[in-house]
């Protein structure tokens, strides 16, 4: 897992330590001392620590002007255990809404199982941001059986098309505009 860095070909475009609207502002970073661990496994030092000792988190971009922000996930997303959406909503999301991003894509390649407790602060993130959308994209297919059999699917949109994103070969400014397309297209806001 030390081998898994945050995707880091949009860092010339923005990095979440110098955004001083960003939870992650004035932090510092080695290349080389690895101290934080998923399981006894130690993971790459650019992985931001929310709380959680399962998952872990990079803000790739943020645009508060367009109200939207991208972040990559890490590890198991464990709110049975370990209440890791508390973690994410309370320390990352609820500090985002405060400076205005409404709309939230949330890469999830590397996130590895999900363990589901109740919807609580699923149902608070999607009323703090009332029209704005909260997005995943490429998920594994057994963490999102799992969401669904949850039923995560009113509060978190999914689908084939969006879990297929090639989203490395674009910038962050056409992903939202793809992505937001795509979900007024669908009408997928619709109650």
Request: net charge negative; aromatic share 20%; hydrophobic share 40%.
């Given at each position: 897992?030390h081998?898994?860095?945050?995707?880091y070909n949009w860092?010339h475009?923005y990095?979440?330590?110098e955004d001083?609207n960003?939870p992650?502002f004035?932090?510092t970073y080695?290349?080389?001392?690895?101290?934080?661990t998923?399981y006894n496994?130690y993971i790459?030092p650019?992985w931001?620590?929310?709380?959680?000792?399962?998952?872990?988190?990079?803000?790739l971009f943020?645009?508060?002007?367009?109200?939207?922000?991208i972040?990559?996930l890490?590890?198991?997303?464990?709110d049975t255990l370990?209440n890791?959406?508390?973690f994410?909503?309370?320390?990352v999301?609820?500090?985002?809404?405060?400076?205005?991003i409404?709309y939230f894509?949330l890469?999830?390649?590397?996130v590895?199982?999900?363990?589901?407790?109740?919807?609580?602060y699923y149902?608070?993130w999607k009323?703090d941001?009332e029209d704005g959308?909260?997005?995943?994209v490429?998920?594994?297919q057994?963490?999102?059986?799992?969401?669904k059999?949850?039923?995560?699917f009113y509060y978190?949109?999914?689908?084939?098309?969006?879990?297929n994103?090639?989203?490395?070969?674009?910038?962050?400014?056409i992903?939202?505009k793809?992505?937001n397309?795509?979900?007024?297209?669908?009408?997928?806001?619709k109650?």
């Amino acid at each position: 897992m030390h081998n898994i860095e945050p995707f880091y070909n949009w860092r010339h475009l923005y990095k979440a330590e110098e955004d001083s609207n960003s939870p992650f502002f004035g932090r510092t970073y080695s290349q080389f001392e690895y101290t934080n661990t998923i399981y006894n496994f130690y993971i790459h030092p650019q992985w931001d620590y929310i709380g959680s000792e399962t998952l872990y988190i990079k803000i790739l971009f943020s645009d508060y002007s367009k109200n939207f922000a991208i972040i990559e996930l890490l590890g198991e997303w464990n709110d049975t255990l370990h209440n890791d959406i508390m973690f994410l909503k309370r320390e990352v999301i609820d500090e985002l809404i405060f400076h205005g991003i409404k709309y939230f894509i949330l890469i999830g390649e590397n996130v590895f199982n999900f363990h589901s407790s109740d919807d609580s602060y699923y149902q608070e993130w999607k009323e703090d941001i009332e029209d704005g959308w909260i997005v995943l994209v490429n998920f594994r297919q057994h963490v999102l059986d799992e969401m669904k059999n949850e039923r995560l699917f009113y509060y978190l949109f999914w689908s084939e098309i969006l879990n297929n994103v090639q989203w490395r070969k674009t910038s962050p400014h056409i992903l939202f505009k793809l992505i937001n397309e795509y979900i007024s297209k669908s009408n997928l806001l619709k109650e």
